[in-house]
Every structure is written in C-alpha cells, then in structure tokens.
C-alpha cells in the first residue's frame, strides 16, 4: 500500500527549531517529487517546500526561505524539513505529498 506518513511535529517557543520527517512507502519517490504543505487553522493549504524525483532540484516559498531545507533520503525512503528560526505564523499542521498520495498530517505550534 502507496503511502506518507509523517512525524516530528510539535510545539516550540519562537526561534526553534524542528525537523519534520515523512516516510515514503511504495515506490512513489522512483516517480514523483515530494512536497511539503501546511494548512492553518481558518486558511488555505499552501506549498512550503519540494524536492524533485532526483533529489537535484528544490523549490521554497518564500515565506521559509533561509529558515527550512527540504532534502531526502532515497535508501531510507524519507524526506525531510528541517526548519529553523520558528515564528508564530509557521504554526499549522504540515502534510508531505507525492503524486497524488497525502499524509495524515503532523502538528506543529510555535508559541512563547
């Protein structure tokens, strides 16, 4: 079964750091990039961040550029958004998309 699941959210004080992961199970990184959206409470689902198929080629927002790095592991099947310099309005729940293939989601809340 075709799916991403995700993990590493969490709460964390303005300025933090965390690092989101997903987990590719099938074969969809053999054929798809891997994106990362965020969707907050009252708004829009937005992209964040992708990788392409071969790793080589990266896409941010630029509302997180400078602060998230989007990058993957093809053995272990994963990808990840390590994301820093946390701010308030980074809170929403995180989802990783390949195809047409979603996560569950993970939270993530910025917040002193």
């Known amino acids: 079964q075709v799916q991403l699941v995700e993990s590493g959210g969490g709460s964390v004080q303005p300025g933090g750091s965390l690092r989101l992961s997903c987990a590719v199970s099938g074969f969809i990184l053999n054929y798809y990039g891997i994106g990362w959206f965020r969707q907050a409470p009252g708004k829009e689902r937005e992209g964040v961040a992708a990788?392409?198929?071969?790793?080589?080629?990266?896409y941010y927002a630029n509302s997180v550029k400078g602060r998230f790095t989007i990058s993957r592991d093809a053995a272990k099947k994963m990808v990840y958004l390590q994301m820093t310099s946390l701010r308030p309005e980074d809170t929403a729940t995180y989802y990783c998309?390949?195809?047409?293939?979603w996560g569950r989601g993970t939270q993530v809340t910025v917040s002193s």
């Open positions: 998309n390949g195809g047409s293939t």
């Open positions: 990788i392409s198929v071969s790793g080589g080629s990266t």
